[in-house]
């Protein structure tokens, strides 16, 4: 056993068969010196040999035990590898994405500021309903000029969309079955004296209500004439 003790476990399950079929060739292929490999083949055949049959197959079964735990082994390191690796891409995507998500949040924040500073810039410049003066009757023309300087620009058009539907700038418009009334259809009509009370005869006290009620209820005019075209009331 003490010759197997350096070059025994060298000698795999397959080495004996490819060292014979190796010497055999240099012996009937070569005429000149064998190889030092052709010598190194013929010795561990031959360590091989002087080793009883049934210990060359408990030394090949070692042998081929080594290999796999060897395998074994560098397979967990590969895995262990291209974990970490991935782990390390995951983390740069999610710093990424994370970064991305605070951009788009600080860009949405900064649009929202700049709206708001905006309407509260153009609310700033429109007329309050008691500058206008007193008319026995007024024109849609009028009517429309009046809403325009009470009316955010940027929340006109939507404002003036409802008021088409509703009354088509009438600021008297009665409706025969439900008693509704003015330019907003106001039910019960008397709403409008929370604006003022001469709301039956002054549209500019009616624009003034119609406007607080939808910012009030909706948050501005396009947002309650969003909700109209969806339900056709407001």
Request: aromatic share 8%; charged share 20%; hydrophobic share 40%.
């Amino acid at each position: 056993m003490s010759r197997i003790s350096v070059r025994g476990f060298a000698v795999a399950s397959a080495t004996a068969v490819t060292t014979v079929g190796a010497i055999t060739g240099v012996a009937s292929g070569s005429t000149g010196q064998p190889s030092n490999d052709a010598e190194a083949l013929a010795n561990e055949a031959t360590l091989l040999a002087d080793i009883p049959a049934g210990q060359q197959a408990q030394v090949q079964t070692a042998s081929l035990t080594q290999q796999a735990d060897a395998q074994a082994i560098a397979a967990d390191a590969s895995a262990k590898k291209d974990a970490e690796e991935a782990a390390r891409k995951q983390a740069a995507e999610d710093a990424i994405a994370k970064q991305k998500a605070a951009e788009e949040a600080e860009r949405k924040a900064k649009e929202r500021e700049k709206e708001e500073a905006e309407t509260k810039a153009s609310r700033s410049a429109t007329r309050d309903a008691t500058s206008f003066s007193v008319q026995s009757s007024y024109s849609v023309a009028q009517i429309q000029a009046m809403a325009r300087q009470m009316v955010p620009s940027a929340q006109f058009q939507c404002f003036s969309n409802i008021v088409n539907h509703e009354s088509s700038w009438n600021y008297k418009a009665v409706n025969a079955s439900s008693g509704a009334y003015g330019l907003f259809q106001a039910l019960p009509a008397s709403k409008y004296s929370s604006a003022g009370s001469d709301w039956q005869t002054n549209p500019a006290t009616q624009i003034k209500w119609g406007l607080s009620y939808m910012d009030g209820r909706y948050g501005s005019p396009c947002e309650a004439w969003a909700f109209w075209q969806a339900n056709h009331w407001y």
